[in-house]
């Protein structure tokens, strides 16, 4: 897929986040995927509260104020409802964000040698279950990928799962593209390949 400079404009204070990650052991940014450099803004709403400009302390946030969700578990083809392809942002790409705007997720279907295929980034988090602890800035923010029954917590620079026209999954949609799935709830969003995982401003694990 040609590389671009992707603008995803939501509303309130800009983001910006560029792509590398780093290993779930590692929080120093490796080179293993194409930079993609994506202006993110949030829209209003609890994970709006605070300017993403400045490095934060990956310190527990708040609890928001919204009723939380049980972790969906893995779902089937029938539980999909949402029409994947409007969803699709770019030839074999499928863009999303969260109700909040903390979560942006991609799957990709053709992606190339060296991109990432699958997975999501958040503005805000908490350190991941695998033990990685990112800043929570502009160039260590936390995000997550799978890759069949692999998933990998990690820190970004740069908007690897952020994608251009992205829409919202709303709580209770789940999309599922060639057997790849992710779920929006009040507790996060959660996706599962062979495995799984959850991510939120308060929920950073992976899942079996």
Not at 91 to 120: D, H, K, M, Q
Request: aromatic share 6%.
């Amino acid at each position: 897929m040609n590389h671009r400079r992707i603008l995803a404009a939501i509303a309130f204070t800009p983001l910006i986040v560029a792509a590398a990650a780093c290993s779930a052991t590692d929080s120093t940014p490796a080179a293993q995927s194409p930079q993609r450099t994506v202006t993110v803004t949030a829209p209003g709403g609890d994970d709006a509260a605070t300017s993403a400009g400045h490095a934060e302390s990956a310190d527990v946030p708040t609890t928001p104020s919204a009723p939380t969700a049980g972790i969906p578990t893995k779902p089937s083809r029938d539980d999909a409802n949402v029409d994947a392809r409007a969803f699709q942002t770019a030839p074999g790409e499928y863009g999303f964000i969260s109700p909040t705007g903390n979560v942006w997720c991609a799957i990709r279907t053709n992606a190339t040698a060296g991109e990432l295929r699958f997975g999501c980034q958040a503005r805000k988090s908490v350190p991941g279950s695998s033990g990685v602890t990112c800043r929570n800035a502009d160039n260590h923010a936390y995000a997550v990928r799978i890759e069949g029954d692999r998933v990998t917590q990690f820190c970004t620079s740069q908007g690897i799962f952020a994608t251009e026209n992205a829409r919202t999954l709303k709580y209770g949609e789940t999309i599922m593209v060639q057997g790849d799935s992710c779920t929006s709830t009040t507790a996060g969003i959660t996706c599962y390949e062979g495995a799984g995982f959850i991510i939120s401003r308060d929920q950073n694990k992976i899942l079996p």
